[in-house]
């Protein structure tokens, strides 16, 4: 709205604060007082016609009816022409017309809304209090419409260039989300004209400030609704960095859009570690700010209507702002000057520590694989067979497929033979498109075949719609083994949800001890046959019973049925460097670290996990023999919000896990011969757990047909 001085200036009085005497003897007369009686007045009608057409543009939303929005356009012309420099009913008066002509096409109506947005925007810049945002974002993308549909003329589209650029450049034309759209939208024009080099400035902006929109300011699952516009954003930046050749960078954008908030838990986890060597003090104060923190988030988990629910967001921002200004301090200390930054592309170059890590980004642009190998440069391989559009097709034929199986709770499962057929079908597709191009880049080939006990080591970090789909069971099933083109007789496979999160893993190697005269660290075995309100487990007392025979008694820990509470595994999680978890889980896709083991006396859910383990040597591997273990939410598949990727954040080094609920029968299999191998022929060494899956899966396999996917296929390996 205009200010005081413009109020005064059009009824021609002076400036506030003067009062005048008429001649003689007269009244005094108040400008200021008279100035506002006014603006009152003036107000009075304006508000009153911007509350009318706000009523017909909100009847029009509910009926459609084009007279209401004809009614809400009179009565924001009534408030115009009471008030014509008014940028507020102006704004509102172009969006209406925008909105008719999304109704009925008239290029009329677009040039209103555009010469009306156009207006606001002269407005605006001319004054220096009271602003408004301007609309410079949808005016661009008005402008950008009718260059496409109607003009044609280089200069719309010339001004729709100039209003993204403004609006991604300057933080005081708006949030950061708002920058962020804009940046895509610039970076899209580019594209418009092959120009991949000019569309990586604007997307090098969009990056830098997912951070910011993304902040720790919230509840997770809060957070992870602020996701949802970065997503395909970061996919697309990576596409087009590769296109224009810059692989390195779209390696390091790749994982700046992994686990934003995973990472952010992650980095707050490991940051007094950082500290300690340079800066006791500051690392004792960022020691309690960390619990502190912890404790706020936890609060945040109660419904709002909870009593001290406000205050806790509250606390949790100034304690976010708190954080903020400790890492500025900290890195101003010699060493750490990075503190608490990404990663850059030498580093992350780390992840390829024990074997190959191949990387896939999906987007609408392209999608496409880059190879990190230890001692090489990022190497780009381009998937042309593969888009987002037959992957999405992929993918629902997948989660058809697992429908299909009735793959509900853990010893409820119905494998039919229309599954088999359906699976067999996507993991060649999969096998096709990208397993087989990536393999032979890396030159695995049924030429080169490797006995299985020299097998090379592979981890798959996915991305999109591929983080729910087994790349390590693809091949082609209708052809005879021996032509080699099952992925499981190349390599032995694993999977990360993020290099940061494989790299503090891999920083972990060794710090295991055993105890004296073991062949292995000591083991946390639980086991739930008959839970509370889920359903009986009865093969679970005897997969314990068989890992209990393979490792002995001596260094094993069993809470089995009623001695499995939650307080009892949190105790013995600290004192154990493998946990074995037999027993059902939960998922909450809205609120993702409320997913839960299922325990006697509750769940054990990855909140009660994070905030009670931290990332110490003991933490060695943990096996989740539970249903549904590795999967997360499709909405933001990025975050990798489940239970195996929150054991990895809570200081495991390796997890055993199921991306679909597993057979009772088969659990015991499985879970024996996985211990066979670990202790027996890795010599306890958890650093060859995916190894040991690679062999326990075989014998599975063997025992009940290759081409009975939904049995063997489910079973995979995370982190080191």
């Given at each position: 709205?205009?200010?005081?001085?413009?109020?005064?200036?059009?009824?021609?009085?002076?400036?506030?604060?003067?009062?005048?005497?008429?001649?003689?003897?007269?009244?005094?007369?108040?400008?200021?007082?008279?100035?506002?009686?006014?603006?009152?007045?003036?107000?009075?009608?304006?508000?009153?016609?911007?509350?009318?057409?706000?009523?017909?543009?909100?009847?029009?939303?509910?009926?459609?009816?084009?007279?209401d929005l004809d009614q809400a356009l009179k009565a924001y012309e009534t408030a115009n022409s009471h008030d014509p420099t008014g940028a507020y009913c102006l704004e509102n008066m172009a969006f209406t017309y925008s909105k008719r002509y999304r109704v009925t096409q008239d290029p009329e109506d677009l040039d209103m809304a555009i010469q009306l947005m156009d207006t606001v925007i002269h407005i605006i810049s001319i004054k220096s209090e009271h602003i408004?945002?301007?609309?410079?974002?949808?005016?661009?993308?008005?402008?950008?419409?009718?260059?496409?549909?109607?003009?044609?003329?280089?200069?719309?589209?010339?001004?729709?260039?100039?209003?993204?650029?403004?609006?991604?450049?300057?933080?005081?034309?708006?949030?950061?989300?708002?920058?962020?759209?804009?940046?895509?939208?610039?970076?899209?024009?580019?594209?418009?004209?092959?120009?991949?080099?000019?569309?990586?400035?604007?997307?090098?902006?969009?990056?830098?400030?997912?951070?910011?929109?993304?902040?720790?300011?919230?509840?997770?699952?809060?957070?992870?609704?602020?996701?949802?516009?970065?997503?395909?954003?970061?996919?697309?930046?990576?596409?087009?960095?590769?296109?224009?050749?810059?692989?390195?960078?779209?390696?390091?954008?790749?994982?700046?859009?992994r686990c934003i908030i995973w990472t952010h838990i992650l980095r707050v986890q490991t940051s007094t570690g950082e500290l300690q060597t340079v800066d006791a003090a500051l690392a004792d104060q960022n020691r309690r700010l960390v619990k502190q923190l912890h404790a706020a988030e936890e609060d945040?988990?109660?419904?709002?209507?909870?009593?001290?629910?406000?205050?806790?967001?509250?606390?949790?921002?100034?304690?976010?702002?708190?954080?903020?200004?400790?890492?500025?301090?900290?890195?101003?200390?010699?060493?750490?000057?990075?503190?608490?930054?990404?990663?850059?592309?030498?580093?992350?170059?780390?992840?390829?520590?024990?074997?190959?890590?191949?990387?896939?980004?999906?987007?609408?642009?392209?999608?496409?694989?880059?190879?990190?190998?230890?001692?090489?440069?990022?190497?780009?391989?381009?998937?042309?067979?593969?888009?987002?559009?037959?992957?999405?097709?992929?993918?629902?034929?997948?989660?058809?497929?697992?429908?299909?199986?009735?793959?509900?709770?853990?010893?409820?499962?119905?494998?039919?033979?229309?599954?088999?057929?359906?699976?067999?079908?996507?993991?060649?597709?999969?096998?096709?498109?990208?397993?087989?191009?990536?393999?032979?880049?890396?030159?695995?080939?049924?030429?080169?075949?490797?006995?299985?006990?020299?097998?090379?080591?592979?981890?798959?970090?996915?991305?999109?719609?591929?983080?729910?789909?087994?790349?390590?069971?693809?091949?082609?099933?209708?052809?005879?083994?021996?032509?080699?083109?099952?992925?499981?007789?190349?390599?032995?496979?694993?999977?990360?949800?993020?290099?940061?999160?494989?790299?503090?893993?891999?920083?972990?190697?060794?710090?295991?001890?055993?105890?004296?005269?073991?062949?292995?660290?000591?083991?946390?075995?639980?086991?739930?046959?008959?839970?509370?309100?889920?359903?009986?487990?009865?093969?679970?007392?005897?997969?314990?019973?068989?890992?209990?025979?393979?490792?002995?008694?001596?260094?094993?820990?069993?809470?089995?049925?009623?001695?499995?509470?939650?307080?009892?595994?949190?105790?013995?999680?600290?004192?154990?460097?493998?946990?074995?978890?037999?027993?059902?889980?939960?998922?909450?896709?809205?609120?993702?670290?409320?997913?839960?083991?299922?325990?006697?006396?509750?769940?054990?859910?990855?909140?009660?996990?994070?905030?009670?383990?931290?990332?110490?040597?003991?933490?060695?591997?943990?096996?989740?023999?539970?249903?549904?273990?590795?999967?997360?939410?499709?909405?933001?598949?990025?975050?990798?919000?489940?239970?195996?990727?929150?054991?990895?954040?809570?200081?495991?080094?390796?997890?055993?896990?199921?991306?679909?609920?597993?057979?009772?029968?088969?659990?015991?299999?499985?879970?024996?011969?996985?211990?066979?191998?670990?202790?027996?022929?890795?010599?306890?060494?958890?650093?060859?757990?995916?190894?040991?899956?690679?062999?326990?899966?075989?014998?599975?396999?063997?025992?009940?047909?290759?081409?009975?996917?939904?049995?063997?296929?489910?079973?995979?390996?995370?982190?080191?």
């Amino acid at each position: 709205m205009i200010g005081r001085k413009d109020v005064m200036r059009a009824f021609g009085l002076r400036p506030p604060g003067l009062a005048m005497r008429g001649v003689d003897d007269g009244p005094t007369f108040d400008v200021a007082d008279e100035a506002r009686k006014a603006r009152k007045a003036l107000d009075a009608l304006v508000d009153g016609s911007i509350r009318e057409a706000i009523r017909f543009s909100r009847k029009f939303d509910a009926s459609g009816a084009l007279e209401d929005l004809d009614q809400a356009l009179k009565a924001y012309e009534t408030a115009n022409s009471h008030d014509p420099t008014g940028a507020y009913c102006l704004e509102n008066m172009a969006f209406t017309y925008s909105k008719r002509y999304r109704v009925t096409q008239d290029p009329e109506d677009l040039d209103m809304a555009i010469q009306l947005m156009d207006t606001v925007i002269h407005i605006i810049s001319i004054k220096s209090e009271h602003i408004p945002m301007p609309p410079l974002h949808p005016c661009a993308s008005l402008r950008l419409e009718r260059y496409e549909r109607f003009s044609h003329s280089p200069a719309d589209l010339h001004h729709a260039m100039q209003l993204y650029r403004a609006r991604m450049h300057y933080p005081e034309l708006g949030p950061p989300l708002s920058r962020f759209q804009a940046a895509r939208a610039y970076a899209d024009l580019c594209l418009l004209y092959k120009d991949a080099m000019a569309a990586m400035r604007p997307l090098r902006i969009a990056v830098d400030l997912v951070e910011s929109i993304v902040r720790p300011t919230g509840d997770l699952a809060r957070r992870h609704l602020s996701l949802l516009p970065v997503r395909s954003t970061i996919a697309f930046a990576v596409s087009v960095a590769l296109e224009a050749e810059e692989v390195s960078r779209a390696l390091e954008w790749f994982e700046r859009g992994r686990c934003i908030i995973w990472t952010h838990i992650l980095r707050v986890q490991t940051s007094t570690g950082e500290l300690q060597t340079v800066d006791a003090a500051l690392a004792d104060q960022n020691r309690r700010l960390v619990k502190q923190l912890h404790a706020a988030e936890e609060d945040m988990e109660r419904p709002a209507w909870h009593p001290g629910t406000l205050q806790s967001y509250m606390r949790h921002g100034i304690l976010v702002k708190n954080f903020d200004a400790l890492t500025v301090e900290a890195r101003k200390l010699p060493g750490l000057e990075g503190f608490l930054s990404p990663k850059a592309p030498s580093e992350l170059m780390m992840a390829a520590t024990l074997g190959p890590v191949i990387i896939l980004n999906v987007s609408d642009h392209r999608c496409d694989a880059i190879i990190l190998r230890r001692n090489q440069v990022p190497e780009h391989v381009s998937l042309p067979a593969l888009t987002s559009g037959n992957l999405g097709s992929i993918a629902a034929s997948y989660q058809h497929c697992l429908h299909e199986a009735q793959r509900g709770a853990r010893g409820v499962v119905m494998s039919r033979s229309g599954a088999s057929h359906s699976m067999e079908r996507i993991l060649l597709a999969l096998w096709n498109h990208i397993v087989e191009p990536v393999f032979q880049h890396l030159g695995l080939t049924k030429e080169t075949s490797t006995p299985e006990d020299k097998l090379p080591r592979i981890t798959w970090c996915l991305s999109g719609p591929l983080t729910s789909l087994p790349l390590h069971a693809t091949g082609n099933y209708t052809v005879s083994r021996t032509r080699q083109h099952r992925a499981y007789d190349y390599a032995v496979h694993s999977y990360a949800p993020s290099l940061s999160a494989l790299i503090e893993a891999l920083s972990r190697r060794g710090q295991v001890v055993h105890e004296s005269g073991s062949r292995h660290p000591n083991i946390l075995a639980i086991s739930q046959p008959e839970t509370p309100k889920q359903s009986p487990l009865p093969g679970t007392v005897g997969e314990v019973a068989a890992i209990k025979n393979v490792v002995g008694a001596e260094t094993m820990t069993w809470l089995n049925g009623p001695d499995a509470t939650k307080s009892a595994v949190l105790d013995c999680l600290d004192r154990n460097a493998w946990a074995h978890f037999a027993c059902h889980a939960v998922q909450d896709p809205e609120r993702p670290t409320q997913s839960a083991f299922m325990l006697q006396d509750g769940g054990l859910t990855l909140h009660e996990l994070m905030r009670r383990t931290s990332t110490t040597g003991r933490k060695e591997l943990a096996v989740l023999s539970a249903c549904q273990t590795a999967t997360g939410d499709a909405k933001v598949p990025e975050e990798a919000v489940h239970l195996a990727a929150g054991m990895l954040m809570t200081g495991f080094r390796s997890v055993i896990a199921t991306m679909w609920s597993i057979g009772d029968d088969d659990a015991p299999i499985v879970m024996e011969a996985f211990y066979d191998y670990l202790v027996h022929k890795a010599n306890g060494d958890g650093a060859l757990s995916a190894h040991a899956l690679h062999y326990a899966t075989k014998i599975l396999r063997e025992k009940v047909g290759e081409r009975k996917f939904m049995h063997w296929v489910p079973f995979i390996h995370l982190g080191v």
